[in-house]
């Protein structure tokens, strides 16, 4: 069976550190990724996703990167945290555009 | 900007009632459809699905219903369950992506 991990859970950075978050699957080959990001009582929105290995689409222009260097590796990253970077980070994956997507456990990360 | 909305943001229901979870779209030409459970300090978790060629599809005590006229979709879930406490959202497919609602809290008490 396929299972998606997440970490670290839990993060709490200063403001203008650098950051990775990292995702990984298992169980399955050639997914699609995705990173969302969760504000507090709000919806996901899409951060970015990943179709293969080296291919990244932005959805949201910020001072967040995402890269694939390994099919089954997805990593979120910044240079510079900004406060408004707080959030719960959510990693995805799907076999198909088309299909449902399956959700790791989340990293929250507060940036202060 | 977002496409697919929740009519409430919260509902309380009791124990062993039935609950109905409602969510409007805009994008009449998606043609797929996700139900998300989130629990605290959880991922979101696939509930049901529903593509456009249905108006009904049914899970475990789960039905979800598609109008397509008024691109609206609802969560039925029946004999509501203190573990059915979570927000919930509503999902549809926009070109290559999910785009989510902002949930719904459902609230069960004993």
């Known amino acids: 069976s396929q299972t998606i991990h997440q970490w670290p859970a839990t993060l709490v950075q200063p403001v203008g550190s650098p950051l990775s978050l990292e995702c990984t699957v298992e169980?399955?080959?050639?997914?699609?990724l995705y990173w969302y990001r969760q504000a507090a009582g709000r919806g996901l929105q899409l951060l970015f996703y990943?179709?293969?290995?080296?291919?990244i689409s932005s959805e949201v222009p910020q001072n967040l990167s995402a890269s694939r260097p390994q099919d089954r590796q997805f990593i979120l990253s910044s240079k510079k945290l900004l406060l408004s970077d707080s959030g719960f980070y959510l990693c995805?994956?799907?076999?198909?555009?088309?299909?449902?997507?399956?959700f790791g456990p989340g990293t929250r990360l507060t940036v202060l | 900007g977002e496409s697919v909305g929740l009519h409430l943001p919260t509902l309380s229901v009791q124990e062993g009632d039935n609950s109905i979870i409602n969510c409007a779209y805009s994008?009449?030409?998606?043609?797929?459809f996700i139900w998300y459970k989130q629990e605290s300090g959880k991922g979101p978790q696939f509930i049901i699905d529903?593509?456009?060629?249905?108006d009904k599809r049914q899970g475990q005590r789960v039905t979800v219903l598609l109008n397509k006229t008024v691109k609206h979709l609802s969560l039925q879930i029946a004999a509501t369950q203190p573990g059915d406490s979570a927000v919930y959202f509503c999902?549809?497919?926009?070109?290559?992506?999910?785009?989510f609602g902002k949930g719904t809290t459902l609230s069960v008490s004993s």
């Open positions: 169980g399955t080959s050639n997914p699609n």
């Open positions: 529903i593509r456009s060629n249905m």
């Open positions: 995805a994956w799907s076999d198909s555009y088309y299909n449902e997507q399956f």
């Open positions: 990943s179709v293969g290995i080296g291919q």
């Open positions: 999902a549809e497919i926009s070109g290559t992506a999910l785009i």
């Open positions: 994008n009449s030409a998606s043609d797929y």
